[in-house]
């Protein structure tokens, strides 16, 4: 009876001779791969730090939701509080707001467009390399 054991990496690659010869096509996916993990990263801690401030924002908007008509209202622009009435606060608030969540979209956006090319890649790579290579994080 014949005993099965899995192949070791070095194995692998020399069973598959030549054809796990890394090119200079494969390095360049191999390059654009990491870059694009890194951007991806980069991306998603931005992304999380503007979702934040959206949901910041929204939370004051409720508050002053509930504040009196006549009253003044700080409101930090730069490093300055001002005292401002409550609808230009509020105003003030919606653009903010408006701007913030603009700014959600277009990292929503550039994320989704770069994991569709991370995964082409990945698709290119474990095809040509099969579990030669890892390119999971």
Known sequence: MMQHRMLSKEEEVAAGGEEN??????Q???NRFSRLH???????????????????LEEVTT??????????VPYK???TFFQLPLS???QLLATSTEDVEGEVTKLEDSLGE????????KVALYARFGRGINLEA
């Not at 010869?21 to 494969?26: I, L, T």
């Not at 890194?38 to 910041?56: I, S």
């Open 38 to 56: 890194q951007r991806e990263t980069v991306f998603e801690a931005l992304l999380k730090g503007k979702q934040k401030d959206k949901e910041d």
């Open 77 to 79: 622009i730069g490093d």
């Open 28 to 30: 360049e996916k191999i």
């Open 21 to 26: 010869e890394v090119r200079r096509e494969d």
């Open 88 to 90: 230009e606060a509020q």
């Open 114 to 121: 770069l994991r569709e090319e991370l995964q082409e890649l």
């Open 63 to 72: 508050e002053l939701e509930l504040a009196d008509e006549d009253e003044l």
